[in-house]
């Protein structure tokens, strides 16, 4: 289930190959999408590839984890802007193909309600990407959050706060809430890879390899999934068994 590369570069480079393949298999392919510093180097490769061998990219269909509640799409912190400036806009991705939550909903019960039905809607996820916060979540799905959950509001967690407050001017503009794909959402999906790099990583990777499936730990339930890969550089597998520690 672990594999270990030696560099976020290799990751980018094997995770970016993986979903170029997935494309090229299925030109109509659903894909999770995730945002955070992990998947920028991601997606930079998967766009480098896709500008070196073009695929028809008119039929793919994607959807984002999550969205922080009360940052409009045009907001430079919203993950709606992320998606638009490192991969969006670089793929010439049509608006009616991107999904995101709606992070400025007057009401949010429905706009999940919504979110789940367009899932649906699109057969649901062939492959979703994830990253993990240093706390286990997967999404936004904080530790204990019900395993059986669709599409709901969260409140962020303070460890999730001060770990997203590297992107924004200070602490009280950090977002307290955010809409996010729920756990059955993820574990639906007929592909899963999760992504972790960097020595910031190393204790929630460490945890993960040793945790029963527990509430506590979300990424966990992906033990259950039948068809996943936990890819992440050698400073991520660094608290890991040592014959797992280094790129195989
Ligand atoms: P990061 O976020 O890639 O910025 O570390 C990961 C996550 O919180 O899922």
Redesign the pocket.
């Known amino acids: 289930m672990f594999l270990v590369v030696p560099t976020p570069q290799a990751v980018a480079d094997l995770v970016s190959t993986l979903v170029y393949q997935h494309i090229k298999a299925k030109p109509a392919a659903v894909l999770g999408l995730?945002?955070?510093?992990?998947?920028e180097p991601i997606y930079a490769a998967l766009v480098a590839k896709l500008q070196q061998q073009p695929l028809p990219l008119e039929k793919l269909t994607t959807f984002n984890?999550d969205e922080y509640v009360g940052l409009s799409a045009a907001h430079p912190q919203s993950y709606h802007y992320f998606m638009q400036q490192h991969l969006f806009a670089p793929l010439g991705l049509a608006p009616s193909q991107v999904h995101l939550p709606d992070g400025n909903c007057r009401n949010s019960a429905e706009e999940c309600q919504a979110y789940s039905e367009q899932i649906a809607a699109a057969g649901g996820l062939d492959l979703q990407l994830?990253?993990?916060?240093?706390n286990g979540?997967?999404?936004?799905n904080e530790p204990g959050t019900p395993f059986d959950c669709n599409t709901h509001e969260i409140e962020l967690t303070a460890q999730?706060r001060q770990?997203?407050l590297r992107f924004f001017a200070d602490a009280a503009e950090v977002p307290t809430h955010a809409i996010t794909m729920g756990i059955c959402e993820i574990m639906a999906a007929r592909e899963v890879i999760l992504?972790?790099?960097?020595q910031?990583?190393a204790d929630i990777i460490a945890q993960l390899y040793t945790s029963g499936v527990d509430e506590q730990l979300p990424a966990s339930v992906l033990k259950q999934h039948r068809n996943l890969k936990v890819i992440i550089d050698e400073d991520a597998a660094a608290l890991l068994p040592t014959h797992l520690q280094q790129a195989g």
Do not use: E, P, Y
């Open positions: 995730a945002t955070g510093g992990t998947m984890l994830l990253g993990i916060g240093s979540h997967i999404g936004f999730t770990d997203n992504v972790a790099t960097g910031r990583k």
